[in-house]
């Protein structure tokens, strides 16, 4: 069988994590199949394969125009049996077998002139070019793959897709974290706080700051916590740490919201995320919108607790290993955080089912069930 997988997003944050632990795995779990990796020009060198997998130039960004007239030919020439698109940005020219990833409908339930950087002339046309790529992507895909029960009730209430055509895969955390976590002293953790400039206790948030992920709701919350009473009674001063690729959002929320308790770190290198999800006296996750939320298991599997809303996909997710709070409401999200703040025991509870939880989910079940994918849908007519 002949399997394309369009690796383009391989670099990025998000879906080039997902990529990256798709082919990781498949690599170690298929040695029959013949698989071509469509690669830009800036990873091609970087990375190296098994035999069975062969490296292919497709070196045209995402969403872009080559992506739509350049794609289709060149998937062709290779004389695919399937072809996975890890992503709604379909080539809609290609007329081959194909399957895709939709990792959340962010863009659909989250569409606001607030949310971009665009004016909103270009926003529209933008979102308009989003929506139809969608459609087809849904439409043209002999199966859609989802990360959650949430992303395939959200394809079924608003779009005409025959439900078994969708199939969850549950994503999970990175190997290397969890190295890390097995070989990080407290020392080193303690000496990320110093070359950071954290003085704990603190709370920690990481990810964007899109409107989406509600940071500004967490921010309120934070401030409402921090007041003389609260330092009275627990007798010391909290911090909120936030951590996130420096961007146009993080920079707005950075204007609008200076506080000396509050410490932005910018982009964090994966020592210094564990050190800083260890650190925390928990771990908030205050999205709006989810299609998964990786941060909530990171959290988990370093033993962080981990407090959380209760919108989307994010009950689904962490189970009974988090507590949650309704986004909307600040005085819930702030009382939540006290909560675990102020119960020890509650703490080590949280901590306990985090760690069970976190079992339930796996990279390498996630390819073995994609693997299954690829093999009844390049067997099946139709």
């Known amino acids: 069988m002949r399997i ?65 007239y350049k794609f289709p030919g060149l998937l062709n020439k290779y004389k695919l049996d399937l072809v996975h ?3 709604f940005n ?54 859609i793959i989802v990360p959650s029960n949430y992303v395939k009730s959200e394809i079924l209430k608003k779009f005409s897709v025959y439900k078994d055509k969708i199939v969850v895969t549950y994503e999970g955390v990175d190997e290397e974290i969890l190295k890390i976590k097995n070989q990080i002293s407290n020392r080193e953790i303690e000496k990320t706080m110093k070359h950071l400039n954290i003085k704990p206790p603190y709370i920690f948030y990481v990810g964007n700051a899109h409107p989406h992920k509600n940071v500004e709701g967490l921010i309120k919350a934070f401030l409402r916590i921090q007041n003389l009473e609260f330092r ?30 509050i410490i932005y770190t910018g982009y964090v290198t994966d020592e210094q995320l564990v050190a800083l999800y260890m650190g925390a006296k928990a771990f908030v ?7 998964f939320g990786i941060p ?12 959380s809303s209760d919108a989307a996909s994010l009950k689904e997710i962490g189970g009974d290993g988090a507590i949650y709070f309704d986004p909307n409401n600040l005085v819930e999200m702030e009382s939540k955080i006290k909560e675990v703040l102020n119960n020890e025991k509650l703490r080590k509870e949280l901590v306990e089912k985090g760690r069970e939880r976190v079992k339930e989910f796996s990279w390498e079940k996630l390819a073995k069930e994609t693997l299954e994918i690829y093999q009844q849908k390049a067997e099946h007519h139709g």
């Open 296 to 307: 909530l298991l990171e959290a988990m599997a370093l033993g962080t607790p981990v407090v």
């Open 285 to 291: 996750m205050p999205s709006f919108e989810e299609g």
């Open 4 to 68: 394309g997988i369009d690796a383009r997003l391989y670099s990025e944050s998000g879906i080039g994590r997902y990529i990256r632990n798709l082919l990781k795995y498949l690599q170690k779990l298929d040695r029959e199949n013949d698989y071509f990796i469509f690669l830009l020009r800036k990873d091609f060198e970087d990375i190296n394969f098994p035999k069975n997998f062969t490296k292919v130039l497709a070196d045209f960004s995402w969403y872009g125009m080559e992506e739509q």
């Open 232 to 261: 009275v009674q627990n007798g010391y001063k909290l911090k909120l740490v936030l951590s996130g690729s420096d961007h146009y959002f993080w920079q707005r929320l950075k204007k609008e919201n200076m506080h000396n308790d």
């Open 85 to 87: 698109i890890p992503h």
């Open 90 to 143: 379909v080539p809609i020219f290609y007329l081959g077998k194909m399957v895709v990833t939709v990792h959340d409908l962010i863009h659909q339930n989250f569409s606001m002139n607030r949310a971009t950087t665009l004016d909103p002339f270009t926003y529209k046309v933008k979102q308009f070019g989003y929506s139809t790529i969608f459609n087809l992507a849904l439409r043209n895909s002999k199966k």
